[in-house]
Protein backbone atom coordinates (compact mmCIF):
# COMPACT_ATOMS: atom_id res chain seq x y z
CA UNK A 1 0.00 0.00 0.00
CA UNK A 2 0.94 3.67 -0.99
CA UNK A 3 -0.03 6.37 1.63
CA UNK A 4 0.52 9.93 0.68
CA UNK A 5 0.03 13.02 2.43
CA UNK A 6 -0.45 16.58 1.24
CA UNK A 7 0.57 20.16 3.32
CA UNK A 8 0.65 23.27 2.04
CA UNK A 9 -2.54 24.42 0.92
CA UNK A 10 -4.44 27.93 2.33
CA UNK A 11 -5.36 31.46 2.10
CA UNK A 12 -3.92 33.67 -0.54
CA UNK A 13 -4.50 36.73 -2.05
CA UNK A 14 -4.27 37.10 -6.15
CA UNK A 15 -0.81 36.73 -7.54
CA UNK A 16 0.54 35.25 -4.53
CA UNK A 17 2.02 32.07 -4.29
CA UNK A 18 2.04 28.48 -1.95
CA UNK A 19 4.01 25.40 -2.06
CA UNK A 20 2.24 22.03 -2.15
CA UNK A 21 4.01 19.43 -0.67
CA UNK A 22 3.16 15.54 -0.95
CA UNK A 23 5.24 12.53 1.14
CA UNK A 24 4.31 9.50 0.22
CA UNK A 25 5.16 6.27 2.46
CA UNK A 26 4.39 2.63 2.13
CA UNK A 27 5.13 0.48 -0.91
CA UNK A 28 6.44 2.97 -2.67
CA UNK A 29 9.07 1.00 -5.04
CA UNK A 30 6.70 0.83 -7.50
CA UNK A 31 5.20 4.45 -8.13
CA UNK A 32 6.10 5.69 -11.72
CA UNK A 33 4.22 8.88 -11.94
CA UNK A 34 3.36 11.33 -9.43
CA UNK A 35 0.97 14.27 -9.56
CA UNK A 36 -1.11 17.02 -8.57
CA UNK A 37 -4.78 16.83 -9.14
CA UNK A 38 -7.50 19.54 -8.62
CA UNK A 39 -11.39 19.56 -7.69
CA UNK A 40 -13.34 22.71 -7.64
CA UNK A 41 -16.93 22.88 -6.56
CA UNK A 42 -19.30 21.43 -9.26
CA UNK A 43 -16.30 21.00 -11.09
CA UNK A 44 -14.65 17.33 -12.20
CA UNK A 45 -11.22 16.64 -11.20
CA UNK A 46 -8.91 17.51 -13.67
CA UNK A 47 -4.64 17.11 -13.75
CA UNK A 48 -2.37 20.57 -12.74
CA UNK A 49 0.69 18.49 -13.55
CA UNK A 50 2.41 15.10 -12.80
CA UNK A 51 6.21 14.13 -12.98
CA UNK A 52 7.88 10.67 -13.67
CA UNK A 53 10.46 8.84 -11.75
CA UNK A 54 12.67 9.93 -14.58
CA UNK A 55 11.79 13.53 -14.58
CA UNK A 56 9.70 13.89 -17.30
CA UNK A 57 7.40 16.26 -17.03
CA UNK A 58 3.60 17.56 -18.20
CA UNK A 59 1.14 20.76 -17.18
CA UNK A 60 -2.20 21.38 -17.83
CA UNK A 61 -2.38 24.72 -20.19
CA UNK A 62 -4.40 27.01 -18.01
CA UNK A 63 -1.09 26.59 -15.30
CA UNK A 64 2.08 26.22 -17.61
CA UNK A 65 4.87 29.42 -16.60
CA UNK A 66 2.94 29.40 -13.36
CA UNK A 67 3.26 26.18 -11.41
CA UNK A 68 6.16 23.97 -11.09
CA UNK A 69 6.38 20.24 -10.26
CA UNK A 70 9.33 18.95 -8.59
CA UNK A 71 10.19 15.64 -6.61
CA UNK A 72 12.50 14.48 -4.35
CA UNK A 73 12.61 10.88 -4.96
CA UNK A 74 15.02 10.22 -1.84
CA UNK A 75 12.48 11.76 0.28
CA UNK A 76 10.09 10.30 -1.24
CA UNK A 77 8.12 13.73 -1.82
CA UNK A 78 6.46 15.75 -4.46
CA UNK A 79 6.24 19.42 -5.08
CA UNK A 80 3.85 21.75 -6.78
CA UNK A 81 5.38 25.47 -6.53
CA UNK A 82 2.25 27.63 -7.40
CA UNK A 83 2.79 31.32 -8.52
CA UNK A 84 0.78 34.23 -10.15
CA UNK A 85 -2.22 32.41 -8.51
CA UNK A 86 -5.74 33.64 -9.85
CA UNK A 87 -9.21 32.80 -8.05
CA UNK A 88 -9.92 29.99 -10.92
CA UNK A 89 -7.02 28.38 -8.85
CA UNK A 90 -9.14 27.84 -6.07
CA UNK A 91 -10.04 23.66 -5.33
CA UNK A 92 -9.42 20.77 -3.16
CA UNK A 93 -5.74 20.00 -4.63
CA UNK A 94 -5.50 16.19 -4.61
CA UNK A 95 -1.57 14.23 -4.46
CA UNK A 96 -1.86 11.50 -6.71
CA UNK A 97 0.58 8.34 -7.48
CA UNK A 98 0.68 6.31 -10.24
CA UNK A 99 2.68 2.74 -10.24
CA UNK A 100 3.37 0.72 -12.91
CA UNK A 101 0.58 -1.47 -12.81
CA UNK A 102 -1.19 1.79 -13.40
CA UNK A 103 -2.85 1.26 -9.96
CA UNK A 104 -3.53 5.13 -8.85
CA UNK A 105 -3.69 6.36 -4.84
CA UNK A 106 -4.84 9.60 -3.87
CA UNK A 107 -3.85 11.78 -1.02
CA UNK A 108 -6.82 13.05 1.10
CA UNK A 109 -6.61 16.76 -0.62
CA UNK A 110 -5.49 20.23 0.53
CA UNK A 111 -7.82 23.33 -0.13
CA UNK A 112 -6.38 26.29 -1.75
CA UNK A 113 -8.50 29.47 -2.08
CA UNK A 114 -7.23 32.27 -3.83
CA UNK A 115 -8.95 35.57 -2.67
CA UNK A 116 -9.50 38.92 -4.85
Known amino acids: QVQLVESGGGVVQVGGSLRLSCARS????????MGWYRQAPGKQRELVAR???????NYADSVKGRFAISRDNAKNTVYLQMNSLKPEDTAVYYC??????????WGQGTQVTVSS
Open 96 to 105: NARDYYQVDY
Open 26 to 33: GSTFSINT
Open 51 to 57: ITRGGST
